[in-house]
């Protein structure tokens, strides 16, 4: 069963598309990893699948239903962004007991766990919490839910390190125990990555690549060399990345279609293979430019 | 893994619940409204007085109008309040839709309305021993009836409650579109300045008397209910598409 | 037991390749019955699909057996297939290396095979 189905949706702030003709899908019991810039519409997407917000035209269906303003889909769905708002009124014990009403899968006892965990305490407020404290509490609030559509919006904000890796091995145990579909958007692929089954990388508001964490690895590839060496080797592959080392050398990152005997004769000819880490690949299939920050240093 | 079902009577009751406890603070002003209204009162809503060379005699009457009048204020601006943005953000983070939202806020300003219109009226008690214990001279009071305290209890309530739903109204037209914080009020003292002019009072003031000057209160009660369901609904009606968060 | 984080190897990759050490160092025996994807999951803070691609990997090179509804066990000759391997692949690739650097550092090959045995004799010195 598809979680997920998103089929050209677009989504127009005044001038500006958020979103762009996007269209996949996400299957049931997976945790997808939402990678993208800043503006690059991870947040618009994720609100518009929470049913917050609505898309301008094309169609989105989450558990085969359209979700603005969809109340099976709200009880089904829980959205956690560095943004929350709990009511002013409530101490932070009481806000996780109203929690509890409303989420029919609600597991207290891991709440309380968690809660006494990253003591918290029960009478204070949540906006007198520093940021970290607040995404920890969020995060309990968002696991603690067990909701079949779990959304974290960078949901490490502030977080120390610390904290960050508790919140992964929680994530992961919950998941393993109580499996769910699970989207997590985050700056820090590398530290996420391992969680991931799959990537859904967005540019500029459109789907750019949407396949499993493990075959991105073998996605694309780096080769360096001399220049003029490099050049030839690459011929027709498609080059996310270019860098220029001394004056005649270049390192490149291109689509990994090497054959195991093209490879052997290219390190014959004195070029070297290396792999790419994911997140470094994320960074230049989304970066403007192919070689990045230094194109902007270049003077004719 | 299964999904929830959900139904909405049920999620209005949680949602209803939430909020009574979620916007304790709407209840906190009135208790400090209502007795600003009773410091107000202290004056008496009216005097006279008269006397002969050895004697003179001050009347002053006391009631709670201007509680009254306060705490329809009060509501107005508090059903305004629980539609602004912090609110909504509050109300949708966890389940709801728009629906289940307006009903629960109408239910929570519903109840809002008759702990107000109840403690107003109360608050001649709260007049009547504080004078007493402050000792001003005599005081004489009007026994009231029971079927005319009930109506006055009820009558009060509506009034509040028509608050709210002004208020509420006036709310979401401002989540739609900002400019209605500066159109709406325009429009009530551009109407008020029209009526003023005109001969026989123009059409808010004719509103105002339709409304309010009615004598059987059985016809009271249904031109403010029809007037509350109508604000009300299309309060809902206009948020439907709303986004939020 | 911490995997290799520099993002270079895919995480299914050091998987397996932590097991077949679990199996060399017969930590796990013929028969025995080995994690399940989820235990690996947890032990290493990864998703269970990953894990589980691990596991098919080894069991694609008959190092481990399915039986269906109990979980995967090593293989009665998991070990000779590792071993066999790895003198395949992984050393002939090291030596490889090897060879290419000694040339770029211009070490005979007599002084490289010498090199070796010392490493060897100080091996077993220890």
């Not at chain 1, 590398?190 to 396949?211: A, C, M, R």
């Not at chain 3, 037991?1 to 050490?21: A, C, F, V």
């Given at each position: 069963m598809n979680v997920i189905d998103c089929k050209g949706l677009t989504k127009v702030y005044g001038r500006t598309k958020a979103l762009n003709k996007l269209s996949f899908t996400i299957e049931e019991n997976k945790i997808t990893g939402l990678i993208g810039r800043n503006g690059a519409g991870k947040t618009t997407l994720l609100k518009i699948i929470g049913g917050f917000m609505r898309g301008t035209s094309g169609e989105v269906r989450v558990f085969s239903e359209e979700p603005f303003n969809n109340l099976f889909v709200s009880a089904n769905v829980i959205y956690i962004n560095d943004q929350m708002n709990f009511p002013t009124a409530l101490s932070l014990k009481e806000i996780l007991n109203v929690a509890a009403t409303f989420y029919e899968n609600w597991n207290h006892e891991l709440a309380n766990r968690l809660f006494d965990y990253f003591s918290f305490h029960q009478d204070h407020q949540y906006t007198g919490l520093s940021k970290g404290m607040k995404?920890?509490?969020?995060?309990?609030?968002?696991?603690?839910?067990?909701?079949?559509?779990?959304?974290?919006?960078?949901?490490?904000?502030?977080?120390?390190?610390?904290?960050?890796?508790?919140?992964?091995?929680?994530?992961?145990?919950?998941?393993?125990?109580?499996?769910?579909?699970?989207?997590?958007?985050?700056?820090?692929?590398?530290?996420?990555?391992?969680?991931?089954?799959?990537?859904?990388?967005?540019?500029?508001?459109?789907?750019?690549?949407?396949?499993?964490?493990?075959?991105?690895?073998?996605?694309?590839?780096?080769?360096?060399?001399?220049?003029?060496?490099?050049?030839?080797?690459?011929?027709?592959?498609?080059?996310?990345?270019?860098?220029?080392?001394?004056?005649?050398?270049?390192?490149?990152?291109?689509?990994?279609?090497f054959s195991e005997y093209e490879k052997q004769k290219a390190r014959e000819a004195g070029l070297t293979f290396s792999p790419v880490s994911s997140s470094d690949i994320c960074v230049y299939l989304t970066s403007k430019t192919k070689g990045g920050i230094d194109d902007v240093f270049i003077k004719d | 893994m299964s999904l929830s079902k959900t139904s909405m009577l049920d999620i209005i009751k949680k949602q209803y619940t939430f909020k009574l406890r979620a916007y304790m603070q709407v209840f906190m002003s009135m208790v400090f409204i209502q007795m600003l209204g009773i410091l107000f009162s202290f004056n008496g809503v009216g005097m006279s007085g008269g006397g002969s060379n050895t004697l003179s005699v001050n009347v002053h009457y006391y009631s709670a109008d201007i509680v009254v009048a306060f705490t329809i204020v009060w509501a107005i601006i508090?059903?305004?309040?629980?539609?602004?943005?912090?609110?909504?953000?509050?109300?949708?983070?966890?389940?709801?839709?728009?629906?289940?939202?307006?009903?629960?806020?109408i239910l929570f300003l519903l109840t809002a309305s008759i702990i107000g219109g109840i403690t107003a009226i109360m608050s001649t008690y709260v007049m009547k021993v504080l004078m007493y214990v402050l000792g001003r001279t005599e005081y004489l009071s009007s026994p009231i009836a029971v079927p005319e305290m009930l109506i006055g209890f009820g009558a009060t309530i509506l009034y509040v409650f028509l608050g709210t739903a002004i208020g509420y109204f006036i709310g979401t037209l401002v989540q739609l579109n900002k400019v209605f914080v500066v159109l709406v009020p325009g429009v009530f003292i551009g109407m008020i300045v029209l009526g003023a002019g005109s001969m026989n009072g123009g059409f808010f003031q004719d509103m105002i008397k339709f409304i309010f000057m009615e004598s059987s209160?059985?016809?009271?009660?249904?031109?403010?209910?029809?007037?509350?369901?109508?604000?009300?609904?299309?309060?809902?009606?206009?948020?439907?598409?709303?986004?939020?968060? | 037991?911490?995997?290799?984080?520099?993002?270079?190897?895919?995480?299914?990759?050091?998987?397996?390749?932590?097991?077949?050490?679990e199996i060399l160092n017969e930590n796990f025996k013929s028969d025995q019955k080995i994690y399940s994807q989820y235990q690996l999951a947890e032990m290493f803070t990864i998703n269970p699909a990953t894990a589980a691609k691990g596991l098919t990997m080894l069991v694609e090179e008959n190092i481990l057996y399915k039986k269906r509804g109990l979980g995967m066990f090593v293989a009665s000759n998991a070990k000779e297939i590792i071993i066999n391997k790895r003198k395949d692949q992984t050393l002939k690739q090291l030596v490889v290396e090897i060879v290419m650097e000694a040339e770029r550092l211009e070490v005979s090959i007599e002084e490289l095979i010498q090199m070796i045995r010392d490493a060897n004799k100080r091996e077993a010195g220890e």
């Open positions: 995404s920890t509490f969020n995060m309990i609030v968002g696991l603690s839910a067990r909701c079949a559509l779990t959304m974290f919006d960078e949901p490490t904000t502030g977080m120390d390190a610390a904290v960050r890796k508790d919140f992964y091995r929680a994530l992961l145990k919950d998941f393993i125990a109580y499996p769910r579909t699970i989207i997590l958007s985050s700056h820090h692929l590398n530290e996420i990555e391992d969680l991931l089954e799959d990537i859904l990388l967005l540019k500029n508001g459109k789907e750019h690549l949407h396949i499993p964490i493990a075959d991105l690895k073998e996605w694309a590839i780096g080769i360096e060399g001399l220049t003029a060496n490099v050049n030839e080797w690459i011929g027709e592959r498609e080059v996310i990345h270019l860098k220029n080392i001394g004056h005649d050398r270049m390192f490149a990152v291109v689509r990994n279609n | 508090s059903a305004i309040l629980i539609t602004t943005q912090a609110y909504r953000n509050d109300d949708f983070v966890f389940i709801t839709n728009r629906m289940s939202s307006n009903f629960s806020n209160f059985a016809l009271f009660f249904i031109k403010i209910i029809i007037l509350v369901i109508l604000l009300f609904s299309s309060s809902a009606m206009l948020s439907n598409r709303l986004e939020v968060r | 037991m911490i995997l290799n984080m520099d993002g270079t190897k895919p995480i299914y990759l050091q998987i397996s390749e932590w097991l077949e050490r």
